[in-house]
C-alpha cells in the first residue's frame, strides 16, 4: 500500500523559512517521480517541484524557483522541500503526490494528505 506523509508545515512569519517533509512507503522512488504541489486558498491546485527517477533532475515551477529546494535522503524514501523568504501567497495546503511514471509528476497517482503552511505577521 502506498503511504505518502507530510510534515513540518506551520505559521511563519513573512521572510522566514521551513522545510517540508515527505515520508514515502509502499512505492520504490528510484522508479517514479515524486513533487510537491500547493493549494493556496480559493485557488487551484499548483506544482511546485518535481523529481524524476528517468533524469535524476529535480523540476521548478516559477513560484519556486530561487527559493525553494527539494531534497531526498540516501535511502530514497524521503523527500524534502526547503522554503526561504516565505511570503503570504506562499499561505496554502502544500501535498506530496507521487507518480508511477520516471518521467512526469503528471498525472499523480498517489497524494498525501497535505500540511498547512500559513506565512503571516
Known amino acids: 500500500q502506498v503511504q505518502l506523509v507530510e510534515s513540518g508545515g506551520g505559521l511563519v512569519q513573512p521572510g522566514g523559512s521551513l522545510r517540508l517533509s515527505c515520508a514515502a512507503s509502499?512505492?520504490?522512488?528510484?522508479?517514479?517521480?515524486i513533487g510537491w504541489f500547493r493549494q493556496a486558498p480559493g485557488k487551484e491546485r499548483e506544482g511546485l517541484a518535481c523529481?524524476?527517477?528517468?533524469?535524476?533532475?529535480?523540476y521548478y515551477a516559477d513560484s519556486a524557483k530561487g527559493r525553494f529546494t527539494m531534497s531526498r535522503d540516501d535511502a530514497g524514501s524521503s523527500v524534502y522541500l526547503e522554503m526561504n523568504s516565505l511570503n503570504v501567497n506562499d499561505t496554502g495546503v502544500y501535498y506530496c503526490a507521487a507518480a508511477q511514471s520516471a518521467w512526469s509528476c503528471y498525472p499523480p497517482n498517489y497524494w498525501g494528505q497535505g500540511t498547512q503552511v500559513t506565512v503571516s505577521s
Open positions: 509502499g512505492f520504490t522512488l528510484e522508479r517514479s517521480a
Open positions: 523529481f524524476t527517477s528517468g533524469t535524476g533532475g529535480v
